[in-house]
């Protein structure tokens, strides 16, 4: 499972709405408060090796704070709806400037 579906999936679990923004491939819309958004990516950070930071550096500090939410990573029911459907419709060819999107099937 991908970093980015993981984090939709947190977002999802905790009970708010995530898309994917159109302006890049790897960029969200969500309406989670930024405290949830910073709550998932601490305790992702931390699951996956990061290494607590000088407290007085601005990376100790966001890690070092307590979280008020438990991150749930598990994969969401919708996550795995949009990747099955995304991954057996569409294929994407970088093809110069522009996106080309191609139909499988």
């Given at each position: 499972?991908?970093?980015l579906t993981?984090?939709?999936?947190a977002i999802?679990?905790?009970?708010?709405?995530?898309?994917?923004?159109?302006?890049?491939?790897?960029?969200?819309?969500?309406?989670?408060p930024?405290s949830?958004?910073?709550?998932?990516m601490?305790?992702?950070?931390?699951?996956?090796?990061a290494?607590?930071?000088?407290?007085d550096?601005?990376?100790?500090a966001?890690?070092?704070?307590?979280?008020?939410l438990?991150?749930?990573?598990?994969?969401?029911?919708?996550?795995l709806?949009?990747?099955m459907f995304l991954?057996?419709?569409?294929t994407?060819?970088?093809t110069?400037?522009?996106?080309?999107?191609?139909?499988?099937?």
């Open positions: 499972m991908s970093p993981t984090f939709r999936s999802l679990n905790a009970g708010y709405q995530v898309s994917l923004a159109h302006v890049c491939p790897k960029s969200i819309k969500t309406n989670a930024p949830v958004v910073w709550d998932v601490r305790r992702w950070a931390l699951d996956n090796g290494k607590l930071r000088e407290p550096t601005v990376a100790g966001l890690l070092r704070k307590e979280s008020t438990q991150a749930d990573f598990t994969l969401h029911p919708w996550q709806w949009i990747s991954g057996s419709l569409l994407q060819n970088l110069g400037p522009k996106l080309e999107l191609v139909v499988n099937g």
